[in-house]
């Protein structure tokens, strides 16, 4: 009988000490499953995959996030842009911030210029090169009818494309297109004029291209909106300065010994610094003024020396940047914006609220 009751004690014992033994290890795996979760937050998040999404800011400007997956493999954007003055600096810094950022997330964005003077030939031929070198995504500035057999010939091929800055009037088959509402920033322009001019006066145009959908229907907006609704306004004439400086300059001074009653230039496109520095050189500031588009360093100099009465914002940045990012979000994630134009606000800098706008610093280093 002493020993059944010394063997039940012993079982007793050790069932015990294996009950303890689990537990604490219970309590262990509890402790390292919270401890992990606590250290995927901060400068990683973790998907449900496992993969481990590096949290990165975004830079001043940027608007759009990426999401929070990885890539299965590499990717390559390319970004397709012009360089033929100042606008464009913005851009290319837009595109560069956003090369940085996704270089977080596996993916390369080439910055590549098209070339210096604007053309439908000049896209298809850089869309061509980008089809033939299989990026995975194209960023582009269309610009032109004509341009839309390309990014459809793209889009077959398994390569998406999206658009921003201007396209053409023709439909295509891109994800998207991000920038003004060009017809109504050519209205805000006319608006603008009939305030300024009292409703009387002359103006002369100077367009970037003809032919250029965003700078026809900016120009046509304008002359639309006076047409109808400023009969005292005179149109002098309508010019071409392919968005050269030198070109809105040298038509500036053309006008005004034509017309030295000129009241306003209205500049579509590129160039308007070109206007008001003609303006300045001929002793006429404040008696004709410049309404334009761009919040770059060479407008905003002439806005706070009073040269220029208006400029058009477009967030040059903000599209340069953004645009990578949904197209990086498409390919990843299969997903699109919600619409397939994304307007940019049309917020106008003139000389009376530029201080509250703009710190000197930024409207005095033109590059």
Not at 1 to 18: E, G, H, P, R
Not at 245 to 272: F, I, R, W
Not at 338 to 354: A, R, Y
Request: aromatic share 8%; glycine share 8%.
């Amino acid at each position: 009988m002493k020993k059944f009751l010394a063997l039940i004690s012993i079982i007793m014992v050790v069932t015990m000490l294996f009950t303890a033994c689990g537990s604490k290890t219970e309590t262990q795996q509890t402790q390292t499953q919270q401890s992990g979760n606590s250290g995927s937050s901060g400068k990683t998040n973790e998907t449900a995959s496992g993969q481990e999404v590096p949290d990165v800011a975004l830079p001043k400007g940027a608007h759009v996030e990426a999401v929070k997956q990885l890539p299965e493999k590499p990717l390559r954007i390319a970004f397709l842009s012009w360089q033929n003055n100042p606008f464009w600096f913005p851009v290319r810094d837009g595109a560069l911030a956003a090369k940085e950022y996704l270089a977080n997330f596996n993916t390369t964005v080439d910055y590549i210029v098209m070339g210096e003077d604007m053309t439908a030939d000049r896209v298809v031929a850089a869309m061509e090169t980008a089809i033939a070198k299989q990026y995975d995504a194209i960023a582009v500035v269309p610009v032109f009818d004509g341009t839309e057999n390309i990014i459809n010939k793209a889009v077959e091929q398994g390569i998406p494309v999206f658009s921003f800055i201007a396209e053409g009037s023709k439909p295509s088959n891109r994800i998207a297109f991000m920038g003004q509402d060009a017809y109504a920033a050519g209205q805000l322009a006319g608006q603008t004029i009939e305030k300024i001019t009292g409703g009387n006066g002359k103006i002369g145009v100077i367009t970037g291209v003809f032919g250029a959908t965003q700078h026809e229907q900016r120009m046509n907006g304008a002359l639309d909106y006076l047409a109808e609704n400023v009969p005292g306004i005179e149109v002098v004439g309508k010019y071409e300065n392919k968005d050269k400086a030198e070109t809105a300059y040298s038509l500036t001074k053309d006008m005004l010994t034509a017309h030295p009653d000129l009241k306003v230039v209205y500049v579509t496109a590129g160039g308007p610094f070109g206007a008001a520095k003609a303006i300045q050189d001929m002793g006429l500031t404040g008696k004709v003024g410049v309404v334009c588009y761009d919040h770059i360093p060479d407008n905003l100099k002439y806005v706070k020396s009073g040269e220029i009465y208006a400029a058009i914002a477009q967030d040059p940045f903000g599209q340069g940047f953004d645009s990578c990012v949904y197209l990086y979000n498409y390919l990843v994630a299969g997903q699109k914006p919600d619409s397939d134009f994304i307007p940019v606000q049309l917020d106008v800098v003139t000389p009376d609220n530029i201080d509250e706008m703009y710190s000197e610093d930024e409207y005095m280093n033109a590059e």
